[in-house]
């Protein structure tokens, strides 16, 4: 059976998503999935390959194997798989009497991470953007919640003086004059701030952000600039995986201006807020996917979902309509 067919978001069913970064696939094979199918990873004559992770011979997961003369092994009866997946060996036997071979997918790597598009063709995964002359850190987590929904909380404003009260935002004015682009697989949105964020996070770092532009391009990178004026102070770049329904993976990369202040010792001295805040948001989008597994993906949509709508269509393969033109005061009534 194809999970692909029930994957509740087929606007990313045939594009490239990254599944691991490529150092940590050594010489074991590494379980992972995506839109719910469980596949294999494995590297044989030194080359990535991805397989379904379930031997033919009685489904054992693959992943659980071993590699052994360029072959991934079955831990189960110890068959054994070469790089294209055909059974090269069924121990107990001096001849292989059966023939099998596992499905498999491309695999590309681009920007240290492995890729691979399971339907479809042709394309070229995205990659991070270019950002020459800044530091960066990299780091992958994961959220027992949907594509649609993880993606959607990074870039909406709205839930920031609730969820994240006192980090991000405060009771007070908080005017964003909010505009928004579409162009081919993507949105773009630029929010700009008259009044300085007022949450802890930014009294400690923020030398003046004056503008964000959030960015999001199929089937899952997200693009988050903090800006003053027109310089870029901070850009996170987010790759969402959808590993399945209801599981989301995140690798995660933070760019920031070179300084006299060693770039390790300042992302370690914001990593513990950065983490605070994903604490807080997964706590939110959990609770929701238990929703949603409950009552089914039904939402109400508002205008300030400034983001909500031309994802929503992107992720169900429909040509999204950029948003009016709004002002509003995300802190008000606080
Ligand atoms: S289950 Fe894999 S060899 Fe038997
Ligand atoms: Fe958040």
Redesign the pocket.
């Known amino acids: 059976m194809n999970s692909l067919d029930n994957f509740p978001y087929p606007g990313v069913t045939e594009c490239w998503h990254p599944l691991l970064e490529s150092r940590a696939l050594k010489d074991k094979p590494v379980s992972v999935s995506l839109m719910g199918l469980p596949l294999v990873l494995v590297r044989l004559n030194g080359q990535p390959r991805l397989f379904t992770d379930r031997?033919?011979?009685?489904?054992?997961p693959?992943s659980q194997?071993f590699v052994e003369r360029d072959c991934l092994v079955?831990?189960?009866?110890?068959?054994a798989f070469d790089g294209d997946g055909q059974l090269r060996g069924?121990p107990g036997t001096q001849t292989c009497n059966t023939t099998a071979k596992l499905s498999s997918f491309p695999v590309q790597e681009k920007d240290g991470l492995l890729w691979t598009r399971m339907q479809g063709e042709g394309g070229e995964p995205l990659g991070f953007s270019d950002l020459p002359g800044y530091v960066h850190v990299q780091a992958y987590r994961s959220l027992d919640c949907n594509f649609f929904q993880s993606i959607e909380n990074f870039l909406d404003p709205c839930h920031t003086p609730y969820v994240h009260k006192g980090l991000l935002r405060n009771r007070g004015a908080q005017q964003m004059r909010i505009s928004q682009s579409v162009h081919s697989g993507g949105f773009r949105t630029q929010f700009d701030l008259p009044q300085r964020q007022n949450g802890w996070i930014n009294r400690l770092f923020d030398p003046g952000v004056n503008r964000n532009v959030g960015r999001f391009d199929l089937p899952g990178r997200v693009e988050l600039d903090y800006l003053k004026d027109d310089r870029i102070l901070l850009r996170v770049v987010l790759f969402f995986v959808p590993h399945g329904a209801s599981k989301t993976g995140i690798f995660a990369r933070l760019y920031a201006t070179r300084s006299w202040l060693p770039s390790a010792l300042r992302f370690a001295m914001f990593k513990p807020f950065a983490e605070t805040l994903f604490r807080q948001d997964r706590a939110m989008l959990e609770q929701q996917q238990a929703a949603v597994d409950r009552f089914g993906e039904h939402y109400r949509f508002a205008d300030t979902d400034i983001v909500a709508r031309p994802l929503w269509a992107l992720l169900h393969g429909q040509t999204p309509k950029a948003g009016a033109d709004i002002e509003l005061n995300v802190a008000a009534g606080q």
Do not use: D, E, M, Q
């Open positions: 031997c033919p011979h009685r489904l054992i693959l194997g079955c831990p189960y009866h110890g068959w069924t």
